[in-house]
């Protein structure tokens, strides 16, 4: 009997140093992209965790996409604690467009986080129905001054590409004649432009590439500062610089409110590492037509309050 | 303990036996087109509390549920009128017999089943849920050999391991 | 063309390749066949496992579980009258009676030989006639994908059982709970009764549980314990298909491919549409449509070909344009951007020996199919002779661990424990539960382009005749609607004669 109750304190004893060391040495962090598992933000985030192992020791990135937005990150917050190893996506989707439109679907809010990094950045387009001609910021102006009706193929109702059309023709004093046709996928309203269903959409430069290549769209403006500097949209004129508001889509990796500091500076550090090594640059800019974009908490406050002056701003005309 | 089941089972059964007997028979078209016109009518009066529209809408929000709860008030109109007629004419109605021993053992499967959801959600242990779902079953269908009780719960964890470590579903 | 086809190959024809297609085909004939686990979850929960790979094995292990999920619903659809995943509903109505007449087998063994065909037949497709296909498709808008609905509603007169005016009332029903959640024309929340979670609207696959896998469970009420379990001695199952039999699926399967392959390249439908627009073909071109709902060979026949035709289908859009044709499509797609593979037309010039590998890959993937389903029909056909005892319990873990896995939340198990009691009403209430299947599959794709429809059109029906493929799909309808009405004439007055 002694030496049984024996063996088992040993076991119980190696189990015990075997998991504390465990521990030790290196903590996995599961990575929750409440979105498509097939979406921009899940692919970039499981290249990351691919990439983390070999630029730590300590920290091993798992990847998991549910998709749910708000309900997903709702169920986040509801079961983690400060310091849990568990991290989260968060944009401007959720922290400028629903807190404003629909608030009630979120259980949390900007404080009950604490940011890590931002994953990438993406230059959204404008493209137009081949058939318009219509290539710059100076044809569309010519084209909305003639006050018919624009329609604009967009990627879900309320969504960041619906509010980047009001903005900009709502700015140029056409939101009266603006008309936004939904669909369930940025593919589908890529289609839709070419096919003539509508006259414009607006898309991530990647959903739009093979329309374009096919000669079905033209790419009118991106929604940035400047021009487009990389890829196959080198070139492509920025709405900022003719004094149309805009702002990029970025991703926002968070930890749970209250996580202890080093940790996050060590997490920054490991995503700050995977965002500069040249496989990743190369893959986020020549196939994803992404740029990395890494951000301070100031960077983050700003974006999420630029948008949400977009959004008061031209709310009426996305929903009515 | 084997004669405390025994015991167990006899009642059962004559519980059973006096159940089997029992029978309700219901029209069952009238009792169906009523059913759904009911719901029907709720759905159309809760429509404007649960479904906002815009002014800009071409077509709003409303508009697809409530033509589609105007066919289901005509279907049942016609379920009705059809019983109605047969009822005025004294032709035989659509009837339904319901044994009530059957219903008092679909409600014990649903409580296994109820059971098994709400032992796993309160415990957060979706192993603890299969293990209950196993044994209410396995008491269920009155099952003596004890190979049966093994070979179920080991499924069981098996399942609930699959889950858990091979597909990191976290339950 | 012709100048990649030995590259691919070469590509093609590794032991890698050959390695990870016949895992795939294991996985995903396995998870198909169990009550709860759908394709898309499968592909989701192993697309992790091909991003250390590349693009060639990654895709192949990934079409291997898509194509093989494709006819393993049909296992459970058969064996337990249960589908395993929504597109195998169809398969049902046939598969389970022909089981329980003893020829678990032989409907096993016609669902793996349709499927085969109907996935060699899009394969086929795919490679041949890829470019051309996809666009044609691409010129199919809103107006089009409405029409589609349209024709696919007039089905449920063909599953609306005795009555159709109850079929209708169960259609509506499943109609009306596709509204629930976000309306994706404005995002407004539609009868969510102030359930947060509810926006997200209600999942097919875990409705799908409760109408029929749990349900099935609760049915075991009606029996007496002691005729649970099948006399399995009494059974002599050959599986021998007769030479008849074959002759009279050859049409139904043919037919039921070409359709499937029409149906996968929209993007949006799936291989639930397929497999019901297909059933109710063959029913309606049938010289013994009184033998569907009660193991017609046919039956089985078209709804399997037709469903794994739609594999090779949806990826026509996928790789030419770039475009998902459904959910696990879309997943796959991320598989090849990881690999730096941005699909469309341009990159059958630039990696057109990747491309062809994927496409030549696909007819291999239906081969190790066949040859697996060949070894497993054996295997599963003796799940019959499970003592209920232990297989209902684990059909219901089994249940529970899939809804649960969907959005890994509880909240989808409550979901589908309140479908299995809906279902339960509903059965004594006589109304039939495949009607409320079909709203769910096409409630929202018809209600989201009825009204992006009119909203394009300013409010003007006139859309819906604006091109020659709405005129196609409204002859269709037509003709559709014309075969329900003289089926039913044809049924009266043969009530009548009696």
Same mark, same amino acid.
């Given at each position: 009997?002694?030496?049984?109750?024996?063996?088992?304190?040993?076991?119980?004893?190696?189990?015990?140093?075997?998991?504390?060391?465990?521990?030790?040495?290196?903590?996995?962090?599961?990575?929750?992209?409440?979105?498509?598992?097939?979406?921009?933000?899940?692919?970039?985030?499981?290249?990351?965790?691919?990439?983390?192992?070999?630029?730590?020791?300590?920290?091993?990135?798992?990847?998991?996409?549910?998709?749910?937005?708000?309900?997903?990150?709702?169920?986040?917050?509801?079961?983690?604690?400060?310091?849990?190893?568990?991290?989260?996506?968060?944009?401007?989707?959720?922290?400028?467009?629903?807190?404003?439109?629909?608030?009630?679907?979120?259980?949390?809010?900007?404080?009950?986080?604490?940011?890590?990094?931002?994953?990438?950045?993406?230059?959204?387009?404008?493209?137009?129905?081949?058939?318009?001609?219509?290539?710059?910021?100076?044809?569309?102006?010519?084209?909305?001054?003639?006050?018919?009706?624009?329609?604009?193929?967009?990627?879900?109702?309320?969504?960041?590409?619906?509010?980047?059309?009001?903005?900009?023709?709502?700015?140029?004093?056409?939101?009266?004649?603006?008309?936004?046709?939904?669909?369930?996928?940025?593919?589908?309203?890529?289609?839709?432009?070419?096919?003539?269903?509508?006259?414009?959409?607006?898309?991530?430069?990647?959903?739009?590439?093979?329309?374009?290549?096919?000669?079905?769209?033209?790419?009118?403006?991106?929604?940035?500062?400047?021009?487009?500097?990389?890829?196959?949209?080198?070139?492509?004129?920025?709405?900022?610089?003719?004094?149309?508001?805009?702002?990029?889509?970025?991703?926002?990796?968070?930890?749970?409110?209250?996580?202890?500091?080093?940790?996050?500076?060590?997490?920054?550090?490991?995503?700050?590492?995977?965002?500069?090594?040249?496989?990743?640059?190369?893959?986020?800019?020549?196939?994803?037509?992404?740029?990395?974009?890494?951000?301070?908490?100031?960077?983050?406050?700003?974006?999420?309050?630029?948008?949400?002056?977009?959004?008061?701003?031209?709310?009426?005309?996305?929903?009515? | 303990?084997?004669?405390?089941?025994?015991?167990?089972?006899?009642?059962?059964?004559?519980?059973?036996?006096?159940?089997?007997?029992?029978?309700?028979?219901?029209?069952?078209?009238?009792?169906?087109?009523?059913?759904?016109?009911?719901?029907?009518?709720?759905?159309?009066?809760?429509?404007?509390?649960?479904?906002?529209?815009?002014?800009?809408?071409?077509?709003?929000?409303?508009?697809?549920?409530?033509?589609?709860?105007?066919?289901?008030?005509?279907?049942?109109?016609?379920?009705?009128?059809?019983?109605?007629?047969?009822?005025?004419?004294?032709?035989?109605?659509?009837?339904?017999?319901?044994?009530?021993?059957?219903?008092?053992?679909?409600?014990?499967?649903?409580?296994?089943?109820?059971?098994?959801?709400?032992?796993?959600?309160?415990?957060?242990?979706?192993?603890?849920?299969?293990?209950?779902?196993?044994?209410?079953?396995?008491?269920?269908?009155?099952?003596?050999?004890?190979?049966?009780?093994?070979?179920?719960?080991?499924?069981?964890?098996?399942?609930?391991?699959?889950?858990?470590?091979?597909?990191?579903?976290?339950? | 063309?012709?100048?990649?086809?030995?590259?691919?190959?070469?590509?093609?024809?590794?032991?890698?390749?050959?390695?990870?297609?016949?895992?795939? &085909? @294991?996985?995903?004939?396995?998870? $198909?066949?169990?009550? !709860?686990? /759908?394709? +898309?979850?499968?592909? #989701?929960?192993?697309?992790?496992?091909?991003?250390?790979?590349?693009?060639?094995?990654?895709?192949?292990?990934?079409?291997?579980?898509?194509?093989?999920?494709?006819?393993?619903?049909?296992?459970?659809?058969?064996?337990?009258?249960?589908?395993?995943?929504?597109?195998?509903?169809?398969?049902?109505?046939?598969?389970?009676?022909?089981?329980?007449?003893?020829?678990?087998?032989?409907?096993?063994?016609?669902?793996?030989?349709?499927?085969?065909?109907?996935?060699?037949?899009?394969?086929?497709?795919?490679?041949?006639?890829?470019?051309?296909?996809?666009?044609?498709?691409?010129?199919?808008?809103?107006?089009?994908?409405?029409?589609?609905? &349209? @024709?696919?509603?007039?089905?449920? $007169?063909?599953?609306? !059982?005795? /009555?159709? +005016?109850?079929?209708? #009332?169960?259609?509506?029903?499943?109609?009306?709970?596709?509204?629930?959640?976000?309306?994706?024309?404005?995002?407004?929340?539609?009868?969510?009764?102030?359930?947060?979670?509810?926006?997200?609207?209600?999942?097919?696959?875990?409705?799908?549980?409760?109408?029929?896998?749990?349900?099935?469970?609760?049915?075991?009420?009606?029996?007496?314990?002691?005729?649970?379990?099948?006399?399995?001695?009494?059974?002599?199952?050959?599986?021998?298909?007769?030479?008849?039999?074959?002759?009279?699926?050859?049409?139904?399967?043919?037919?039921?491919?070409?359709?499937?392959?029409?149906?996968?390249?929209?993007?949006?439908?799936?291989?639930?549409?397929?497999?019901?627009?297909?059933?109710?073909? $063959?029913?309606?071109?049938?010289?013994?449509?009184?033998?569907?709902?009660?193991?017609?060979?046919?039956?089985?026949?078209?709804?399997?070909?037709?469903?794994?035709?739609?594999?090779?289908?949806?990826?026509?859009?996928?790789?030419?344009?770039?475009?998902?044709?459904?959910?696990?499509?879309?997943?796959?797609?991320?598989?090849?951007?990881?690999?730096?593979?941005?699909?469309?037309?341009?990159?059958?010039?630039?990696?057109?020996?990747?491309?062809?590998?994927?496409?030549?890959?696909?007819?291999?993937?239906?081969?190790?199919?066949?040859?697996?389903?060949?070894?497993?029909?054996?295997?599963?056909?003796?799940?019959?002779?499970?003592?209920?005892?232990?297989?209902?319990?684990?059909?219901?873990?089994?249940?529970?661990?899939?809804?649960?896995?969907?959005?890994?939340?509880?909240?989808?198990?409550?979901?589908?424990?309140?479908?299995?009691?809906?279902?339960?009403?509903?059965?004594?209430?006589?109304?039939?539960?495949?009607?409320?299947?079909?709203?769910?599959?096409?409630?929202?794709?018809?209600?989201?382009?009825?009204?992006?429809?009119?909203?394009?059109?300013?409010?003007?029906?006139?859309?819906?005749?604006?091109?020659?493929?709405?005129?196609?799909?409204?002859?269709?309808?037509?003709?559709?609607?014309?075969?329900?009405?003289?089926?039913?004439?044809?049924?009266?007055?043969?009530?009548?004669?009696?």
């Amino acid at each position: 009997m002694k030496r049984r109750i024996l063996s088992i304190a040993l076991l119980a004893a190696m189990c015990a140093a075997l998991l504390a060391g465990c521990g030790q040495k290196s903590a996995t962090w599961k990575v929750t992209c409440p979105w498509a598992p097939s979406g921009v933000a899940a692919m970039v985030s499981q290249q990351a965790a691919t990439k983390s192992t070999s630029y730590s020791d300590t920290i091993t990135l798992v990847a998991e996409a549910i998709k749910g937005d708000a309900a997903t990150v709702n169920t986040w917050v509801a079961d983690t604690k400060a310091n849990d190893t568990e991290l989260v996506f968060v944009g401007e989707g959720l922290l400028s467009i629903t807190s404003i439109l629909d608030p009630a679907k979120m259980q949390f809010g900007y404080e009950d986080f604490v940011f890590v990094e931002n994953l990438y950045s993406s230059i959204f387009v404008l493209s137009a129905d081949a058939k318009l001609n219509i290539g710059s910021v100076a044809d569309l102006e010519a084209y909305v001054q003639q006050g018919t009706e624009i329609s604009v193929a967009v990627n879900g109702a309320t969504s960041s590409e619906a509010f980047l059309a009001a903005a900009l023709f709502g700015s140029m004093g056409a939101g009266d004649k603006l008309k936004l046709t939904p669909y369930q996928s940025a593919a589908e309203a890529a289609q839709a432009v070419s096919r003539g269903e509508t006259q414009f959409a607006v898309s991530h430069q990647s959903q739009i590439l093979e329309t374009y290549q096919q000669k079905g769209v033209t790419v009118v403006c991106a929604f940035d500062e400047g021009n487009i500097e990389n890829g196959p949209f080198a070139g492509v004129e920025g709405v900022g610089q003719h004094g149309y508001p805009y702002f990029r889509n970025r991703c926002f990796v968070m930890a749970r409110a209250g996580t202890d500091e080093k940790k996050v500076a060590e997490l920054k550090e490991l995503y700050g590492k995977i965002l500069a090594d040249a496989e990743v640059v190369e893959w986020l800019q020549d196939t994803m037509l992404l740029e990395v974009d890494t951000m301070s908490v100031a960077d983050v406050e700003a974006h999420v309050e630029n948008v949400k002056s977009i959004v008061n701003e031209y709310k009426d005309i996305v929903a009515g | 303990m084997k004669q405390w089941v025994e015991q167990f089972n006899g009642r059962m059964d004559a519980w059973g036996r006096k159940l089997h007997e029992k029978e309700i028979r219901i029209p069952i078209d009238l009792v169906t087109g009523l059913a759904f016109a009911l719901f029907a009518l709720a759905i159309l009066l809760v429509m404007p509390d649960q479904v906002a529209v815009s002014e800009k809408d071409v077509v709003n929000g409303r508009a697809f549920p409530t033509l589609l709860m105007t066919v289901m008030l005509l279907c049942c109109a016609m379920l009705i009128g059809k019983e109605l007629y047969k009822l005025a004419t004294k032709q035989p109605l659509n009837w339904k017999v319901i044994n009530i021993q059957v219903e008092a053992k679909a409600l014990a499967i649903l409580g296994i089943l109820l059971g098994t959801y709400f032992l796993s959600k309160w415990t957060g242990l979706f192993v603890v849920g299969a293990v209950f779902c196993c044994l209410g079953f396995l008491l269920y269908f009155r099952c003596r050999k004890k190979s049966y009780y093994v070979i179920t719960l080991v499924i069981a964890v098996a399942i609930w391991a699959a889950f858990r470590f091979a597909l990191g579903v976290d339950f | 063309m012709l100048q990649y086809i030995a590259p691919a190959t070469g590509l093609l024809f590794t032991l890698e390749n050959i390695l990870w297609i016949n895992i795939g &085909v @294991f996985i995903g004939s396995v998870f $198909a066949a169990i009550p !709860g686990l /759908s394709v +898309i979850l499968c592909v #989701i929960l192993f697309l992790p496992v091909t991003y250390s790979m590349t693009a060639i094995p990654g895709m192949m292990f990934l079409l291997g579980i898509y194509c093989a999920g494709g006819y393993g619903g049909s296992v459970s659809a058969i064996l337990i009258n249960t589908p395993g995943t929504p597109h195998a509903a169809a398969t049902m109505l046939d598969g389970h009676p022909l089981s329980e007449q003893g020829r678990t087998k032989a409907a096993l063994k016609i669902a793996l030989y349709a499927s085969t065909f109907g996935g060699i037949f899009s394969a086929l497709m795919l490679l041949f006639l890829g470019p051309q296909v996809a666009r044609v498709a691409a010129q199919l808008g809103t107006a089009e994908y409405f029409m589609v609905c &349209v @024709f696919g509603l007039t089905i449920i $007169a063909g599953v609306s !059982g005795k /009555s159709m +005016i109850k079929g209708l #009332i169960s259609a509506c029903l499943g109609l009306l709970i596709s509204c629930v959640g976000s309306d994706p024309m404005t995002s407004y929340d539609r009868f969510t009764f102030g359930i947060s979670r509810l926006y997200l609207g209600l999942d097919l696959a875990v409705c799908l549980i409760g109408l029929f896998a749990l349900v099935e469970i609760m049915s075991k009420a009606e029996k007496r314990l002691d005729r649970l379990n099948l006399d399995t001695t009494q059974i002599k199952d050959d599986g021998v298909i007769t030479k008849e039999e074959y002759k009279r699926m050859a049409r139904p399967v043919l037919l039921s491919s070409i359709i499937g392959v029409m149906v996968g390249i929209i993007p949006g439908t799936g291989a639930s549409e397929a497999s019901w627009f297909s059933y109710n073909t $063959a029913k309606n071109m049938s010289k013994h449509p009184e033998e569907f709902g009660h193991g017609s060979v046919e039956g089985i026949a078209a709804a399997e070909s037709a469903n794994n035709a739609v594999t090779g289908a949806t990826l026509i859009p996928l790789l030419t344009l770039g475009i998902p044709g459904d959910g696990t499509v879309a997943i796959m797609l991320s598989a090849l951007m990881i690999n730096g593979l941005n699909p469309g037309l341009s990159l059958f010039t630039t990696q057109g020996d990747i491309m062809y590998a994927i496409m030549l890959g696909l007819i291999l993937v239906n081969v190790f199919m066949f040859l697996q389903g060949k070894f497993l029909t054996t295997l599963f056909a003796k799940v019959v002779s499970i003592p209920q005892e232990i297989l209902t319990p684990i059909i219901v873990i089994f249940c529970f661990a899939g809804a649960y896995s969907v959005n890994e939340n509880f909240f989808d198990v409550g979901v589908a424990l309140i479908f299995a009691m809906l279902a339960w009403i509903l059965r004594k209430l006589e109304l039939p539960p495949v009607p409320i299947l079909l709203g769910l599959v096409l409630g929202s794709m018809t209600e989201t382009n009825f009204r992006r429809a009119l909203l394009i059109s300013n409010g003007s029906p006139k859309i819906f005749f604006s091109s020659v493929y709405c005129i196609i799909f409204l002859v269709l309808i037509l003709l559709a609607v014309g075969a329900i009405v003289r089926g039913k004439m044809k049924e009266r007055s043969t009530q009548k004669e009696d």
